[in-house]
């Protein structure tokens, strides 16, 4: 029988390392002593595995230590670049490969309009870094292809272009421009770019429960967990969060069908178009490049956040950490509109890295229940989910005759494209659904894996709850 992978990358499975062991650690309260000895209990031995050396590695895992326990905290943003690891990538931009023949058409120097195009003694070209501005012009008219545009990864997965080389080569994050959508961090094949993680404050929460006798701890769990932790069922994903310490398990898909029943109400009370307001990358990235639209942002808390809000009001004193796959959410929890209802927020591949510091087998577990939402709320983890889920809050509105058409952004770049023409008034929409990450929140950086069938594992949870309407789900809440 062929074992299923809990992680997509290498990557990945050492920043799961270094966050079991400081969780484990932590739980241990033995972390401050143990700090300078984590290195070396990761990296053991003396050969190198990754780096040219095991004193680099090490080196680089006392950096991952420092992000695992929240991170720079003069740095605002939760994306951070580990400046030592950032050291292996070329330069960037256009170079000639060995494709060049020093051909007589030289169409490449004619198409360069800086001077920047040079011959060798066998007429073969290169580019004068100096005065190059990557404008790809000698790449488009070269017969030969020979031309070619080198993109670190980081700055090829940032679509919001927030990422540039700095003069000392490593990676820099502009925060006036990120979004936080962790598109870099999960695509940085060296790792040298993280989310801060939170799992300390989590960790310290349910200690200071008392067993959840002083406070009780909810977690409220994203729908995209549907799609993963393949190796486990999903009720006994919920089983080990009990385990760790939660006092109760909440669907955040609860709060979407809070979202989509009230966000379909306003769509109808708007003159112009709405956008929605689920994914905090898309909703900053309004406020970063299109603030003229922010106006038309839904005036709805994200679902996690709605949800949230409801059991603070019911119960002031609980916690509520958000477990899901979104790095976004860790710098929206901390919004001024958000901060009085979630406590924190960590990814799925902490929440992994917790189960396995507790030495808990998932898999030997009974199955947990979890049974808050409907169809429509739990869909909301994919693209196009939402705009299903509005167009149902409009129907049991009663209002199926309003000219609903929605148009579902699937990732940041068909999110600007959307919002370009809605600033030029040309939008033939009015509903805009917007999603930082490619195939919506199951693409999301802090997923365990990312694969065509999270889509199918979302859709098959939804069907689950088939058979509960919107108004069913959130009825139960009055």
């Given at each position: 029988m062929k074992k299923l992978r809990k992680f997509d990358t290498k990557v990945q499975h050492l920043k799961y390392k270094v966050l079991r062991e400081v969780a484990r650690e932590a739980f241990r309260d033995n972390l401050l002593y143990s700090l300078y000895d984590l290195p070396e209990k990761i990296i053991p031995g003396k050969e190198p595995s990754m780096r040219c050396c095991v004193y680099k590695e090490r080196a680089i895992i006392a950096e991952r230590v420092k992000i695992a326990m929240g991170g720079n905290k003069s740095n605002p943003n939760v994306i951070e670049v580990i400046d030592i690891a950032c050291d292996e990538c070329p330069v960037s931009g256009y170079d000639v490969t060995e494709a060049c023949r020093g051909c007589l058409a030289h169409r490449c120097e004619d198409a360069c309009k800086l001077g920047a195009i040079?011959?060798?003694?066998?007429?073969?070209?290169?580019?004068?870094?100096?005065?190059?501005?990557?404008?790809?012009?000698?790449?488009?008219?070269?017969?030969?292809?020979?031309?070619?545009?080198?993109?670190?990864?980081?700055?090829?997965?940032?679509?919001?272009?927030?990422?540039?080389?700095?003069?000392?080569?490593?990676?820099?994050?502009?925060?006036?421009?990120?979004?936080?959508?962790?598109?870099?961090?999960?695509?940085?094949?060296?790792?040298?770019?993280?989310?801060?993680?939170?799992?300390?404050?989590?960790?310290?929460?349910?200690?200071?429960?008392?067993?959840?006798?002083?406070?009780?701890?909810?977690?409220?769990?994203?729908?995209?967990?549907?799609?993963?932790?393949?190796?486990?069922?999903?009720?006994?994903?919920?089983?080990?969060?009990?385990?760790?310490?939660?006092?109760?398990?909440?669907?955040?898909?609860?709060?979407?069908?809070?979202?989509?029943?009230?966000?379909?109400?306003?769509?109808?009370?708007?003159?112009?178009?709405?956008?929605?307001?689920?994914?905090?990358?898309?909703?900053?990235?309004?406020?970063?490049?299109?603030?003229?639209?922010?106006?038309?942002?839904?005036?709805?808390?994200?679902?996690?956040?709605?949800?949230?809000?409801?059991?603070?009001?019911?119960?002031?004193?609980?916690?509520?950490?958000?477990?899901?796959?979104?790095?976004?959410?860790?710098?929206?929890?901390?919004?001024?509109?958000?901060?009085?209802?979630?406590?924190?927020?960590?990814t799925f591949e902490e929440l992994q890295a917790l189960i396995e510091s507790r030495d808990i087998d998932v898999t030997a577990l009974e199955e947990g229940v979890l049974d808050n939402a409907s169809y429509f709320g739990r869909i909301f983890a994919r693209s196009g989910g939402l705009a299903d889920a509005v167009r149902q809050g409009l129907k049991e509105h009663g209002l199926e005759d309003f000219p609903y058409n929605p148009i579902s952004c699937d990732g940041i770049e068909a999110c600007k494209l959307a919002l370009l023409k809605a600033s030029k008034g040309v939008l033939p929409n009015n509903f805009i659904e917007g999603m930082a990450c490619v195939g919506g929140c199951i693409g999301g950086a802090g997923c365990l894996t990312h694969e065509e069938k999270n889509k199918k594992d979302v859709d098959k949870y939804g069907m689950e709850a088939l058979e509960k309407t919107i108004t069913d789900s959130i009825s139960l809440l009055k």
């Open positions: 040079t011959f060798d003694e066998h007429q073969k070209a290169h580019i004068d870094k100096s005065k190059c501005v990557n404008c790809g012009a000698c790449a488009k008219v070269c017969p030969y292809s020979a031309i070619i545009n080198r993109i670190r990864p980081c700055e090829n997965a940032c679509k919001v272009k927030a990422i540039h080389m700095a003069d000392t080569k490593e990676a820099c994050i502009d925060n006036d421009k990120c979004i936080s959508c962790g598109a870099c961090v999960y695509q940085c094949p060296f790792g040298a770019i993280s989310d801060k993680s939170f799992i300390l404050n989590v960790i310290d929460m349910l200690k200071k429960s008392q067993n959840n006798e002083k406070y009780k701890v909810y977690a409220v769990v994203a729908p995209s967990i549907a799609g993963q932790f393949s190796y486990a069922k999903l009720g006994q994903v919920i089983t080990a969060i009990h385990m760790l310490g939660f006092y109760h398990v909440v669907e955040a898909a609860l709060g979407a069908d809070m979202v989509a029943y009230a966000e379909s109400k306003e769509l109808t009370e708007t003159d112009s178009f709405l956008t929605s307001s689920c994914c905090p990358a898309f909703v900053d990235y309004i406020h970063k490049s299109f603030p003229d639209l922010i106006e038309h942002i839904s005036h709805n808390l994200s679902p996690a956040a709605t949800i949230a809000k409801y059991m603070k009001e019911k119960e002031p004193d609980c916690k509520i950490v958000f477990i899901g796959p979104c790095t976004a959410k860790k710098m929206e929890f901390q919004k001024e509109e958000v901060r009085p209802y979630i406590d924190s927020v960590i």
